[in-house]
Every structure is written in C-alpha cells, then in structure tokens.
C-alpha cells in the first residue's frame, strides 16, 4: 500500500528588519546629521527608531517632530553672530550659555513646549548622563525638549538640568553614539553615524595662524567679548608657549575623551553601519559652520549607499 507524500510550500514573506538610527554627539559637527537623515530619506531609508545623544538627540528629536525643515533653514541662515547671542559673557557659575535664549530656540525649531515623546511617530530617545552616578540615562517619555536639553548639558557650557531628584548632563559622557539604545528600542540592525572620528589627531596636527582663527570662529568672537569682562579667562593665544586657554582647554579636553569613550562604545556595541562623516576640520563651537557639516553628511551617506542597501535590504 503505497503512501502518498504532500508537500505544500509557503511563501511566507519574511519580516522587514526595523532599522535603527544612532546620531552621536559632537557639538557644532552634529549638523552634519541633517544631511544624513535627508539622504537616508532620498534613498528610501527610513529610520523605525532613532536614539541621539546630545546634538544627535536634538537633530534627531526635531526629525519626528516635523521641524527639521524649519532647523535647517534656520541655521543655513544664522551668522556667527546669532550662534554668539547664545553665550552669556558674564560668565555664571552654571556655565556659558544663554538658558533662556536656549529654551526659545528648542521651542521654537526642534519641539514646543507641550510636546511629549510618547507623541512621535516612531520610537525615540535622548541620553543624558546622571551627574551624581555616572550612569545612563534614557528618556522614552516625556516633554521633548527637556530631554533634548538634559541630553546637550555640556558641562562647563550649559547648565546641568534637574530632573526630578537628579542632576543631568550630556550623554556622550557615558554612550557618544547610541547604538546600545537603538536595539533596546526594538532596532533589528542599526546605521549609527559617528561625528568623532579622527578630532583629536586632526585638530591637535593641525597648526592655525593665530590672528585667521580670533577673526573668523565663533570662539575667535567670544573671545574678543569676553577680553572686556576678564583679561585672564582668555589669555592671548598668538604665542606659542602660553597656557591654553579656557575654552581651548575644554574643548580639545571634550576631544579626547568623546574620542575614546566612542571608541570603547563602539567596540562592544557595533554598529551593522558605521558613518563617520570627516568632520575634523569643524572645532566644537564653529556652529555656523552648518552647510558645510550638512552636506558632509550628505556625502557620507551617498558614498556608503551601496553597503546600507546590502545591510537593509532595500
């Protein structure tokens, strides 16, 4: 008695990996991550979560809430004077920036006062750092804009920012580049884009005329403003063998640890691709530096195009 054997075959479609986007931190560099998301977007890549880290946390966060548009245009247009006006010269004991002018520009060109993350279109976070603990922080809830201004509290340049019972600062004390996040949230692979790559090598070879560097940066213009309020905070950088000053100090000092934190961060959470926009030659604080950074990142993603569309499947 023979047995008769059927065999059915179902195409069952698999399902379509969620992608992740990790925007790092990285300051002024961090506008470099509007020409990402712009040429994802172009590319048919659309992000199902996206964690940023203080700058990322900021781009990221006015992406779902429809304002990035309105950030760009913004920032294409500002001068280095508008980025100055953000800068408080009395020099208060919590830090250099403007909170309120701040607070306007994170109301008015990334998220209002009301919105909440559990608003957005898709999964998000912010990561900030708890000043007293050391460790991560993750906002997944909540008034947007705060968490974004927790993410960015850079210490010595903005103001630590109380939530509840702690203290919080930047996130890229603790995690640069979210990748970490992004899989927590649900994210199946993850395109992270990294803005510290090569910053303290490049910016410490590097060898600037003096007189180039106080005319034409953002810091150049601070610098020249605070001289009238304290001689000694700034001292004169046009000789060699002279003391850094305050800001140079903080800034290649931020350099060097974001660059190892990164590395160390990187190394146990990998990304399935890793953007590194070569952004080196933009110091910290040169924010009017946009159109360059955006389209950098443009260009990063285009030259990477072929590999995220073997990683993605689209």
Known sequence: MGVCQLTVSLNIPMPTP???????????????????????????IEPDVICGTSVGAMIGGSYLAGNM???????????????????????SQSGFV????LSWFLHSYVA???????????????????????REV???????????????????LFPAVRVDTRWLVDGGLVNPVPVSVCHALGAD??????????????RNEETRDPVREESNSVLGN???????????????????????????????SINIFQDRITRSRLAGDPADVLLSPRLAHIGMLEFHRADEAIEEGERCVHEALTEIHRVVGK
């Open 18 to 44: 969620k992608i992740g986007l990790a925007l790092g931190s990285g300051a002024s560099r961090g506008w470099s991550h509007i020409g990402v998301i712009k040429a994802l977007l172009a590319a048919g």
């Open 69 to 91: 548009q309105s950030l760009e245009d913004w920032v294409l247009s500002s001068t280095r004077t508008d980025v100055l006006r953000f800068f408080d010269v009395k020099l």
């Open 98 to 101: 403007d909170t309120k002018r």
């Open 112 to 134: 209002t006062e009301q919105l909440r993350i559990e608003d957005l279109p898709k999964k998000y976070a912010a990561v900030s750092t708890n000043l007293e603990t050391g």
């Open 138 to 156: 993750w906002f997944t809830e909540g008034g947007l804009a705060d968490a974004i201004r927790a993410s960015m509290a850079m210490p010595g």
């Open 189 to 202: 692979l993850v395109i992270a884009v990294n803005l510290n790559s090569g910053i303290v090598r490049k």
């Open 222 to 252: 601070f610098k020249q403003q605070a001289r009238e309020y304290s001689n000694s905070v700034f001292p004169n950088r046009g000789k060699k063998n002279e003391a850094p000053g305050l800001f140079h100090a903080i800034a290649n």
